[in-house]
């Protein structure tokens, strides 16, 4: 439990509290930065994958002759190839490696093929002949958890049901407000898509598997069972990721190819195209969350009883723990005494659900924030003055019985969000030079549609809890490396580098800790201890704990060697800038002279405290930690057209400790973006199982124009729960701009007299104006 | 497939393109073909931008553009904006600016801003946002990158020699 020690004044370059580069930014700038779908192997070949085109089948053949007559055609394979287990899966290996006798959505793998080239493995996937028998897909979540239907899996229809009492579930009070709420499927949309190459071992008993993931060391749990090779026969390193957000948390592409590698004992890459992504990971789950508020006359919550429902597709992936997230966020960051909420995860034939940024809490918010409005409303309390009322505050008890004990600023959020100014702009956009209207400004953009004379402005408010690490009894540890020598500090650790930048804050808490400029990062891959997932806003926390706890052995070792070379007690040394001093007399040595000719070197291993399991009443404390933030939407709407332009985004978010002031504030911007994109425009559609936008004209990501600027404030209270003080801060922006948004909709609406209820994200035009 | 033999002349330099068929994009051309690896490809539509280059001193999707028509054609790439561990002054004020996250779109918009600054040497938020809409980011959010921009602009003003970087 450190807190910085020194006030931001006097930060030394690189170190904790600086905003210093990212060490791969100048690689990534020039297009030198080798992400795995740039990596190529002399003499590799190429895979591609067989996929259903039905929700759900039988599968009566596979005719694979065809393909194995084509030239250039190396490796056929299907379930009947894999070694090892035929099932993977996060936290139920229900899901198959190749279908075996049915599909159960849309494009689940069926074969696969390498091949010299791309085209000609296409068309190998071309000449494979499937007869199915096309079944009736289960698309309907409630008729999964009603239990009529006939199992679409072995294990069940439905994933999970939790169940949470609190206090008295009967109270009610003077005001109750109620209503549906639907959240349609997100796309993570990263960038980059997937891509993997997989190096055999000679004789074929292992592999070497580049793959931009989350979680090195899951994937080769995972690999390695499917692949019926012991752990350590999979070697993970990790390719450069093009972004993630949840969407790499699951197996892709990485068992198959390295299928395709071992059964040709030759270097297979594979990489999917933008089609097949949308394919190939899981989504946000869609879900649908009925909630009943109950409060005195003043808005002061008294009762909150929910229900919710996720879609989680054909195979679970991580739907019990986003279902988990969910219910347990069910009153938002409010103080309530008493609550009931019911949770479902369905299992139907849609596309699987798993993790995105925000994980179950981006579902509730959206519910809870919506309900806090009418809340307000049914009170005849300003939006900001009803979450000020019931803001929870350290020592408050969530539902599950758990005390939030953690820094949590929720009042302190809310008020420095009001306390940023409002934009200057005026309703529809500041006029161009020459006093026209700047059609960029107005709702609908470039398409020229709006008449400036219809726009109606409208402020919404979003503030939102979030869970940092995992829950539920985990122990997500993360293990680090620090070796010392001659004043350069090389760390070693395998926590995925998605963009987030964990490179850039390991290196400022190696020199803060140690006193060395120069830091060197190793490789990312398994030849060090699990790093656990990069998800749930948890490697600052855990993987940063990890860095911190490694440098803090190697200082210790350090100081030994000092105070032996000296005949000074250790503990009366410490690090000042760049120096060891005895606090107790004059020796000062630069840390370069006195780590010259050392040999240090430690590994630690960094957990959170234990968590614990709900009971079959939802009670335990199962989360580890929280983080808390604040969002204000302001929009420009044309109600005619149902069209919406977000012209300012303003948030306060609980950082706890800004290890990185600017990287913060690239996670706040980013995550608001995707937060906003639920909001107005980002949905997946499928009609009868089958995805129906899967790809970037049909699929709409917001751009520049669609991004207002976004004010932000940091707050700083250190936790001292956290091992640096810093909270986990990527998730919290996603979660509640959400709501922020179609709130500020909403109440543009209700001024051109409109009262839409906007229950559904994203909010379409005809939501608006029909 | 046929073995079609053309030159591209790329980043100032004459390339043979083998084992190319005719209808291959030039993103896939100059990343397959060539081995420049800096553009990249994330949606093969025209609709993300971070296959952007520049052909004749048009700003371009290369997944849009057929390889073999951009013959006889100055093509620039990332590859040809500065010598490598030399950034432009485009390039470095992403690094300075954070707006830099998992960097698979900077290529593309590093040539769309060096573009854009060529043409239009202070431009405002609004010819910013539309004129950079065409590159999509998924981490950013947009505003370090605008950032990134103005400060480039206000150097570029400020210093007559006009900046390290032409991507001209």
């Known amino acids: ?770 | 497939m046929s073995n079609e033999l053309f030159t591209l002349r790329v980043n100032g330099s004459d390339h043979d393109v083998a084992d190319s068929w005719l209808g291959e994009s030039l993103l896939d051309v100059l990343r397959d073909r060539i081995g420049l690896m800096g553009s990249k490809g994330a949606c093969t539509q025209g609709e993300c931008g971070s296959c952007s280059v520049l052909v004749d001193g048009v700003l371009v999707c290369s997944c849009l553009v057929m390889g073999a028509s951009a013959v006889d054609q100055e093509i620039v790439t990332i590859e040809g904006v500065a010598p490598v561990g030399t950034p432009s002054d485009v390039q470095q004020a992403f690094v300075d600016a954070g707006a830099v996250q998992c960097g698979f779109c900077t290529p593309g918009l590093v040539m769309a801003v060096h573009d854009l600054l060529e043409r239009t040497g202070s431009p405002t938020d609004t010819e910013i946002r539309e004129e950079l809409a065409g590159n999509v980011c998924r981490c950013t959010g947009y505003g370090r990158i605008i950032d990134a921009v103005q400060q480039v602009a206000v150097r570029r003003s400020s210093d007559h020699d006009g900046g390290r970087g032409d991507a001209s």
């Open chain 1, 1 to 770: 439990m450190t807190v910085i020690e020194e006030p931001r004044t006097t930060i030394r370059s690189g170190t904790i509290g600086d905003s210093p580069v990212r060490p791969d930014g100048v690689a990534k700038v020039q297009g030198t930065y080798a992400f795995s779908s740039d990596l190529h192997a002399d003499g590799c070949l190429f895979g591609a994958t067989l996929r259903s085109p039905h929700p759900h089948a039988r599968i009566v053949a596979i005719d694979l002759s065809a393909a194995w007559k084509l030239n250039g055609v190396e490796a056929v394979i299907t379930a009947e190839d894999v070694p090892g287990q035929l099932t993977y899966g996060l936290i139920a290996q229900d899901q198959p490696v190749f279908a075996v006798d049915v599909v159960r959505y849309v494009g689940e793998p069926i074969a696969a093929v390498a091949a010299i080239d791309p085209e000609t493995a296409r068309r190998a996937l071309d000449a494979i002949e499937v007869t199915y028998e096309v079944l009736t897909p289960l698309l309907d979540p409630e008729a999964a958890i009603a239990g009529g239907h006939d199992p679409i899996h072995p294990d069940g229809n439905l994933i999970r049901h939790q169940h949470i009492v609190h206090g008295d579930p009967s109270a009610t009070g003077a005001v109750v407000v109620e209503g549906t709420y639907e959240i349609g499927m997100q796309d993570q949309a990263f960038l980059g898509l997937e891509a993997a190459i997989a190096y055999p071992d000679p004789g074929a008993d292992g592999v070497e598997l580049h793959v931009a993931t989350q979680w090195l060391h899951e994937d080769q749990k995972q690999i390695a069972a499917c692949l019926g090779f012991a752990d350590e026969k999979v070697r993970m390193v990790l390719g450069g990721v093009g972004g993630a957000f949840g969407a790499r948390e699951d197996i892709s592409l990485q068992v198959h190819t390295c299928l395709l590698a071992l059964r040709l004992a030759r270097p297979v890459r594979m990489a999917y195209s933008r089609a097949e992504s949308f394919l190939g990971h899981v989504h946000r789950h869609p879900a649908t969350i009925w909630m009943r508020h109950h409060a005195d006359a003043d808005g002061r919550l008294v009762n909150v009883e929910a229900r919710f429902v996720f879609d989680g597709g054909a195979y679970a992936s991580t739907s019990s723990a986003v279902l988990v997230n969910g219910i347990t966020m069910a009153q938002g960051p409010y103080a309530c005494p008493n609550g009931m909420v019911d949770g479902y995860a369905a299992r139907t034939n849609h596309l699987p659900c798993g993790a995105m940024r925000g994980f179950g809490a981006v579902q509730a918010c959206f519910a809870y924030e919506s309900q806090m409005d009418k809340l307000a409303a049914a009170c005849g309390v300003e939006p900001a003055e009803i979450r000020l009322r019931n803001a929870m505050k350290t020592g408050d008890t969530l539902f599950t019985g758990q005390p939030v004990l953690n820094v949590a600023p929720v009042e302190d959020c809310i008020r420095e969000t009001m306390a940023l100014p409002l934009p200057d702009e005026p309703v529809g956009g500041t006029p161009l030079s020459d006093g026209s209207q700047d059609a960029m400004k107005l709702p609908g953009g470039a398409g020229r549609t709006a008449d400036a004379g219809d726009i109606v402005r409208g402020i919404g408010w979003g503030v939102s809890i979030k869970n940092l690490m995992y829950s539920e009894n985990f122990d997500d540890y993360s293990t680090a490396r620090c070796r010392l020598a001659d004043g350069v500090a090389t760390l070693k650790f395998a926590t995925a580098e998605v963009g987030q930048g964990f490179i850039t804050i390991a290196a400022q808490i190696a020199r803060s800790i140690l006193g060395v400029d120069e830091v060197e990062l190793d490789q990312i891959d398994t030849h060090i201890g699990s790093a656990g997932s990069t998800s749930a806003s948890r490697q600052t926390w855990m993987s940063g704990g990890a860095v911190d706890a490694a440098c803090r052995a190697a200082r210790e070792r350090l100081f030994e060697a000092v105070g032996t070379a000296h005949g000074i007690e250790p503990i009366r040394l410490m690090i000042e800038g760049t120096d060891v001093i005895d606090t107790a007399g004059d020796l000062r040595i630069p840390v370069v002279e006195a780590s010259s000719g050392l040999t240090i070197d430690e590994t630690i291993e960094y957990h959170h405290p234990p968590t614990e399991d709900l009971d079959e009443n939802g009670q335990g404390n199962c989360h580890t930690a929280f983080a808390f933030v604040a969002h204000r939407a302001v929009v420009d709407v044309d109600p005619e057209l149902g069209l919406v332009k977000v012209v300012q985004i303003a948030t306060a978010q609980d950082v706890g400790n800004a290890l990185n002031p600017l990287s913060v504030v690239g996670q706040i911007e980013g995550g608001i973006a995707q937060g906003l994109g639920l909001a107005v425009m980002e949905e997946i559609i499928q009609i009868d199982g089958v995805i129906r936008n899967g790809n970037f004209t049909d699929y709409l990501l917001p751009t520049f124009l669609d991004m207002p600027p976004v004010l932000a404030t940091l707050i700083e209270q250190p936790d001292p729960h956290a091992p640096l003080g810093a909270k986990g801060v990527g998730e919290p922006p996603c979660i509640s701009s959400t709501p922020a948004v179609v709130a500020a909709i909403r109440d543009a609406l209700r001024q051109a007299g409109i009262d839409a209820p906007l229950d559904r994200v994203p909010v379409r035009p005809a939501d608006i104006c029909l």
